[in-house]
């Protein structure tokens, strides 16, 4: 079975300032992760995914985020937030024995404060 | 472009009324997925569709049906039996297979209210 966990249902942080989402997952096999965003009454967009090789992992907007996994974790950073980058952020893992049906996190609301 | 288009971006139902919301691509996608969304729960899996003419029961796929007659197009229909169908509804495509490491596209959603 695959499962995914966003502790967080809130992150606040400064116009500025290095902002992290987190991610843990669980597997069997390998996973595959994947983070999206999700503006208002929009559908998700992709931003980045590990699947293999190094564990930094460079995304669009200026995202990215590093598969760790002794902790099992897949945590979204940024060095320098902007008021839009405020959004709702979804963590999705896949397992590499499993089916190719994806899995959600809760999603975490990233407000960034002028 | 490629894309998925969703149809209606709002609609409202009274109760006892089936609706039915519309997803077309033009990806080539051999999966297609309908996923809802409610504040606080994340996406939850209604149905997905792997091949034309075959569908699979997701998470929570009582109260709502589908049909993939074409691969291009997965209607999801949300019958008077759902008991709660006020939510966001999320379509998606993939390309599907086993071997496939990538991402899943979004449709812009499509929001139901139930009068």
């Known amino acids: 079975a695959q499962s995914v966990a966003q502790p967080e249902d809130q992150v606040n942080v400064a116009e500025g300032n290095p902002l992290t989402v987190k991610c843990t997952y669980s597997v069997s096999g390998n996973p595959y992760l994947f983070w999206y965003v999700q503006y208002p009454n929009r559908g998700l967009q992709f931003l980045l995914k590990y699947i293999t090789g190094d564990n930094l992992v460079k995304g669009s907007y200026g995202f990215e985020a590093e598969f760790n996994k002794s902790q099992t974790s897949f945590h979204l950073k940024k060095p320098s937030a902007l008021v839009s980058d405020s959004a709702l952020y979804f963590c999705a893992v896949r397992d590499s024995r499993g089916s190719y049906i994806p899995t959600f996190g809760r999603g975490t609301s990233l407000i960034v404060h002028p | 472009d490629g894309g998925i288009t969703q149809s209606p971006k709002y609609l409202f139902r009274k109760e006892g009324q089936n609706v039915t919301l519309s997803c077309e691509q033009n990806l080539n996608h051999d999966a297609m997925y309908w996923y809802r969304q409610d504040p606080g729960q994340g996406l939850r899996l209604i149905y997905y569709?792997?091949?034309?003419?075959?569908?699979q029961k997701g998470d929570i796929a009582e109260g709502y049906s589908v049909s993939r007659e074409k691969k291009e197009s997965f209607p999801l229909t949300v019958t008077s039996a759902q008991k709660n169908p006020t939510a966001f509804y999320l379509c998606a495509s993939s390309i599907g297979s086993a071997g496939y490491t990538g991402e899943l596209f979004f449709g812009e959603g499509s929001r139901l209210t139930v009068l």
């Open positions: 569709s792997q091949i034309v003419n075959d569908f």
